[in-house]
């Protein structure tokens, strides 16, 4: 079965609301978990990486404030959308390094999609 | 359930000799593939696609072959450099919606 999981699978929401996404590792313990966003013709932007008992780290350009991660535990990593605007609208994707090498083959979630009204 | 496989964890291989990395896929929806590279610390980088209408496409040293019927992609590289020692991994979609990853093969090249 599927060893990452991410839910919700689809959310719809109105501009300023926030969302809430989660990812887990559903039989192994994730440290570290990865954030991306998909964006148009497949390009994928990793966002964040997210670290269990610490902050998470942003790549350049992402805004903290506005993309909140918390690692809440070895299994589970939630990335929160504050006051969402129609141009978050995309698909957000979590991964997670199954042999404990965050820089070794990856389990993927199955993604969810945002839209924003 | 893994609806996309790289069944090849690792795989190392001499400079200069061909590297061949597979995939294979169970939704006979997916139409379009895709074959990122991953260095540590950074994201996946898109590397080459195929669209199901065809079988091979090819740029420079890179090339991927699908096979639909055995619902089976693979990526050649060659010849293989040391700068090709990443991580791989293969993808596919259909219409709009969001990718479905391999799990990834970590490729070693050795000088």
């Known amino acids: 079965g599927a060893v990452v999981s991410q839910h919700p699978s689809r959310v719809i929401c109105k501009s300023g609301t926030s969302v809430k996404i989660e990812c887990r590792s559903l039989?192994?313990?994730?440290?570290?978990m990865f954030w991306y966003r998909q964006f148009p013709k497949q390009s994928l932007m990793l966002m964040a990486t997210?670290?269990?008992?610490?902050?998470?780290?942003?790549e350049q350009g992402v805004e903290k404030d506005k993309f909140l991660i918390n690692h809440a535990s070895l299994t589970l990593s939630t990335l929160t959308v504050t006051s969402a605007h129609p141009e978050d609208s995309s698909f957000y994707i979590c991964?997670?390094?199954?042999?404990?090498?965050?820089?070794?083959?990856?389990?993927f979630g199955p993604g969810t999609r945002l839209t924003v009204l | 359930d893994q609806q996309v496989k790289q069944n090849s964890p690792s795989l190392s291989v001499q400079e200069g000799r061909i590297s061949i990395l597979n995939c294979d896929y169970t939704n006979s929806m997916f139409d379009y593939f895709l074959w990122y590279k991953k260095y540590p610390a950074e994201g996946p980088t898109f590397l080459i696609s195929i669209s199901s209408i065809k079988d091979k496409n090819e740029d420079g040293r890179f090339t991927v072959f699908l096979n639909k019927s055995a619902k089976h992609l693979s990526l050649h590289i060659v010849p293989s450099q040391p700068g090709d020692s990443a991580v791989y991994f293969c993808a596919a979609t259909f219409g709009n919606e969001k990718l479905t990853f391999g799990t990834g093969t970590r490729l070693t090249i050795i000088p």
């Open positions: 997210s670290n269990e008992g610490s902050k998470a780290t942003y």
């Open positions: 991964s997670a390094p199954w042999g404990g090498d965050p820089t070794d083959t990856q389990y």
């Open positions: 039989d192994f313990q994730a440290t570290t």
